[in-house]
Protein backbone atom coordinates (compact mmCIF):
# COMPACT_ATOMS: atom_id res chain seq x y z
CA UNK A 1 0.00 0.00 0.00
CA UNK A 2 2.70 2.71 0.90
CA UNK A 3 3.84 2.25 -2.71
CA UNK A 4 0.51 3.11 -4.04
CA UNK A 5 0.19 6.24 -1.33
CA UNK A 6 3.34 7.13 -2.95
CA UNK A 7 2.88 6.89 -6.80
CA UNK A 8 -0.33 8.97 -6.44
CA UNK A 9 1.66 11.26 -3.84
CA UNK A 10 4.17 11.85 -7.12
CA UNK A 11 1.57 11.69 -9.17
CA UNK A 12 -0.35 14.88 -7.71
CA UNK A 13 2.51 16.87 -7.00
CA UNK A 14 3.51 16.03 -11.16
CA UNK A 15 0.08 17.18 -11.97
CA UNK A 16 0.15 20.60 -9.45
CA UNK A 17 3.87 21.72 -10.08
CA UNK A 18 3.43 23.75 -13.43
CA UNK A 19 0.55 25.54 -11.57
CA UNK A 20 2.58 26.40 -8.37
CA UNK A 21 6.36 27.35 -10.84
CA UNK A 22 4.76 29.82 -13.07
CA UNK A 23 7.29 31.95 -12.38
CA UNK A 24 5.29 34.69 -10.92
CA UNK A 25 5.95 36.04 -7.73
CA UNK A 26 3.03 36.97 -5.46
CA UNK A 27 2.16 40.75 -4.80
CA UNK A 28 -0.32 42.52 -2.89
CA UNK A 29 -2.82 44.15 -5.34
CA UNK A 30 -1.26 48.10 -6.61
CA UNK A 31 -4.02 50.55 -7.12
CA UNK A 32 -3.33 52.62 -10.15
CA UNK A 33 -6.46 54.69 -9.91
CA UNK A 34 -10.06 54.68 -11.28
CA UNK A 35 -10.86 51.97 -13.80
CA UNK A 36 -10.45 53.19 -17.46
CA UNK A 37 -13.47 54.49 -19.58
CA UNK A 38 -14.52 54.48 -22.97
CA UNK A 39 -15.60 57.43 -24.24
CA UNK A 40 -17.01 57.48 -26.91
CA UNK A 41 -15.87 60.42 -29.61
CA UNK A 42 -18.34 62.80 -31.50
CA UNK A 43 -18.01 62.36 -35.63
CA UNK A 44 -18.53 65.23 -37.71
CA UNK A 45 -21.08 65.58 -40.38
CA UNK A 46 -22.25 67.87 -42.72
CA UNK A 47 -26.00 69.72 -42.25
CA UNK A 48 -27.33 71.98 -44.42
CA UNK A 49 -27.94 75.39 -42.47
CA UNK A 50 -29.00 78.78 -44.02
CA UNK A 51 -27.29 82.21 -44.50
CA UNK A 52 -29.42 84.57 -46.30
CA UNK A 53 -31.51 82.22 -47.60
CA UNK A 54 -29.32 80.49 -49.08
CA UNK A 55 -28.37 76.50 -48.17
CA UNK A 56 -24.80 76.29 -47.16
CA UNK A 57 -22.75 72.75 -45.77
CA UNK A 58 -21.89 73.02 -42.31
CA UNK A 59 -19.53 70.63 -40.05
CA UNK A 60 -21.19 70.17 -36.92
CA UNK A 61 -21.11 67.45 -34.01
CA UNK A 62 -23.34 64.38 -34.03
CA UNK A 63 -23.21 61.70 -32.12
CA UNK A 64 -22.79 59.17 -35.10
CA UNK A 65 -22.83 58.77 -38.57
CA UNK A 66 -26.40 57.30 -38.70
CA UNK A 67 -29.28 58.91 -40.60
CA UNK A 68 -30.65 59.75 -37.09
CA UNK A 69 -28.14 60.96 -35.54
CA UNK A 70 -26.94 63.47 -38.28
CA UNK A 71 -30.80 64.73 -38.50
CA UNK A 72 -30.59 65.08 -34.73
CA UNK A 73 -27.34 67.36 -35.43
CA UNK A 74 -29.63 69.31 -38.06
CA UNK A 75 -32.28 70.08 -35.96
CA UNK A 76 -29.86 71.35 -32.91
CA UNK A 77 -27.20 73.14 -35.21
CA UNK A 78 -30.44 75.54 -36.37
CA UNK A 79 -30.91 76.37 -32.60
CA UNK A 80 -27.74 77.54 -31.59
CA UNK A 81 -27.18 80.32 -34.56
CA UNK A 82 -23.74 80.79 -35.03
CA UNK A 83 -23.00 84.09 -36.73
CA UNK A 84 -25.53 84.99 -39.65
CA UNK A 85 -26.24 81.10 -40.10
CA UNK A 86 -29.84 80.01 -39.56
CA UNK A 87 -32.69 77.38 -40.10
CA UNK A 88 -35.87 77.59 -41.22
CA UNK A 89 -36.86 74.24 -38.66
CA UNK A 90 -37.31 76.86 -35.49
CA UNK A 91 -40.50 75.18 -34.91
CA UNK A 92 -40.13 71.90 -35.93
CA UNK A 93 -39.33 68.86 -34.17
CA UNK A 94 -37.62 65.40 -35.81
CA UNK A 95 -39.31 62.55 -34.69
CA UNK A 96 -37.65 60.01 -36.91
CA UNK A 97 -36.11 58.41 -40.43
CA UNK A 98 -36.49 55.03 -42.04
CA UNK A 99 -35.22 54.02 -44.90
CA UNK A 100 -36.62 51.94 -47.70
CA UNK A 101 -35.82 50.58 -51.05
CA UNK A 102 -36.27 52.83 -54.05
CA UNK A 103 -36.06 52.98 -57.43
CA UNK A 104 -37.11 55.94 -59.41
CA UNK A 105 -37.95 54.27 -62.91
CA UNK A 106 -40.50 51.69 -61.18
CA UNK A 107 -41.40 52.87 -58.20
CA UNK A 108 -40.88 49.60 -56.35
CA UNK A 109 -41.74 50.49 -52.58
CA UNK A 110 -40.43 47.99 -49.67
CA UNK A 111 -38.86 45.37 -52.37
CA UNK A 112 -36.25 43.66 -50.69
CA UNK A 113 -34.53 42.78 -53.82
CA UNK A 114 -34.31 46.42 -55.17
CA UNK A 115 -30.75 47.63 -54.43
CA UNK A 116 -30.50 50.41 -56.68
CA UNK A 117 -31.38 53.46 -53.86
CA UNK A 118 -33.50 54.62 -51.27
CA UNK A 119 -35.87 56.84 -49.87
CA UNK A 120 -35.81 58.26 -46.22
CA UNK A 121 -38.80 58.32 -44.89
CA UNK A 122 -38.45 61.40 -41.96
CA UNK A 123 -41.41 62.23 -39.72
CA UNK A 124 -41.23 65.39 -38.16
CA UNK A 125 -43.84 67.77 -35.70
CA UNK A 126 -44.19 71.24 -36.07
CA UNK A 127 -46.70 74.31 -37.53
CA UNK A 128 -47.50 73.24 -40.95
CA UNK A 129 -47.31 73.73 -43.72
CA UNK A 130 -43.07 73.59 -43.75
CA UNK A 131 -41.42 75.88 -45.83
CA UNK A 132 -39.43 74.62 -49.29
CA UNK A 133 -36.28 76.28 -46.94
CA UNK A 134 -37.28 73.57 -44.27
CA UNK A 135 -37.67 71.11 -46.79
CA UNK A 136 -34.62 71.66 -48.29
CA UNK A 137 -32.16 71.43 -45.30
CA UNK A 138 -33.67 68.39 -44.37
CA UNK A 139 -33.42 66.97 -48.14
CA UNK A 140 -29.65 67.72 -48.93
CA UNK A 141 -28.29 67.11 -45.12
CA UNK A 142 -29.88 63.05 -45.85
CA UNK A 143 -28.88 63.16 -49.23
CA UNK A 144 -25.43 64.23 -48.64
CA UNK A 145 -24.77 62.22 -46.03
CA UNK A 146 -26.11 58.84 -47.93
CA UNK A 147 -25.44 58.82 -51.55
CA UNK A 148 -27.81 55.92 -52.15
CA UNK A 149 -30.69 57.81 -50.98
CA UNK A 150 -32.20 59.03 -54.18
CA UNK A 151 -35.73 60.64 -52.21
CA UNK A 152 -36.78 61.99 -49.24
CA UNK A 153 -40.27 61.94 -47.83
CA UNK A 154 -41.48 63.68 -44.91
CA UNK A 155 -44.73 63.45 -42.68
CA UNK A 156 -45.04 65.99 -40.78
CA UNK A 157 -47.81 66.05 -37.84
CA UNK A 158 -49.00 69.27 -36.53
CA UNK A 159 -49.41 69.88 -32.71
CA UNK A 160 -53.44 69.16 -33.10
CA UNK A 161 -52.35 65.87 -34.29
CA UNK A 162 -53.22 66.50 -38.42
CA UNK A 163 -50.80 64.97 -40.61
CA UNK A 164 -49.42 66.73 -44.09
CA UNK A 165 -47.20 64.55 -46.48
CA UNK A 166 -44.72 65.65 -48.79
CA UNK A 167 -43.77 63.30 -51.15
CA UNK A 168 -40.56 62.73 -52.29
CA UNK A 169 -38.16 65.19 -52.91
CA UNK A 170 -34.31 65.52 -53.51
CA UNK A 171 -31.61 67.75 -53.36
CA UNK A 172 -31.76 68.95 -57.32
CA UNK A 173 -35.74 70.55 -56.12
CA UNK A 174 -33.67 73.04 -54.25
CA UNK A 175 -31.07 73.87 -57.08
CA UNK A 176 -32.31 77.76 -56.73
CA UNK A 177 -31.74 78.23 -53.21
CA UNK A 178 -28.29 75.60 -53.18
CA UNK A 179 -24.98 77.94 -51.73
Given at each position: ???RR?L??????????P?A?CG??P?????????P??S?K?S?????LLKS????P?????????L????????E??K?R?G?????L?????N?G?L?????????RN?????????L?????????????????M?C???????D?W??E????S???????????????Y?????
Amino acid sequence: MTTRRLLAALLAAALLAPLAACGVEPSNAIDAGPAPVISPKASLVTVFLLKSGRLVPVRVSAASHSLDNVMLALFEAGKRREGDLGTALDDVTYNSGELVPFDFNTHVRNDPGNTFGFRLRLSVTGVTPLSRAAMAQMTCTAIWQRHDIWAVEVTQASRSGALTHYPDHDCKTYSDIAG
